[in-house]
């Protein structure tokens, strides 16, 4: 299913977690989610910008396990969001683990 940045942000922010925008706020509880713009492509045809294909990173930061993607995997899932595996980084903060998994995600919007 091809989906909009707008449709995006509303399937990530139903799982009810806290969503931002390339950064979280300091002292945002875990779990939270961050979405990032990594590229933008495009679809041409007879010299024209058709349909341009924003590409986001979906990041979940976690002190739990990989159980806890359930969450947005079923979100995205639901809403018949194609999503590329999730990689798991872990990293220390104020003395905890804290695991960032990511993936990503194509977007199109329309040229008008």
Do not use: W
Request: net charge neutral; aromatic share 12%.
């Amino acid at each position: 299913m091809s989906i909009n940045f707008e449709q995006l942000k509303t399937v990530l922010k139903s799982t009810g977690l806290p969503v931002t925008r390339d950064l979280a706020k300091k002292r945002t509880n875990y779990p939270y989610i961050v979405y990032s713009n990594v590229s933008k492509g495009k679809k041409m045809a007879s010299s024209k910008v058709h349909k341009r294909l924003p590409y986001y990173q979906i990041s979940f930061y976690t002190t739990g396990a990989e159980d806890d993607l359930v969450t947005i995997e079923n979100a995205l899932e639901v809403a018949g969001i194609p999503y590329r595996d999730f990689v798991g980084t872990p990293g220390d903060e104020n003395d905890e683990t804290v695991t960032n998994y990511y993936t990503y995600v194509r977007c199109i919007e329309n040229v008008e």
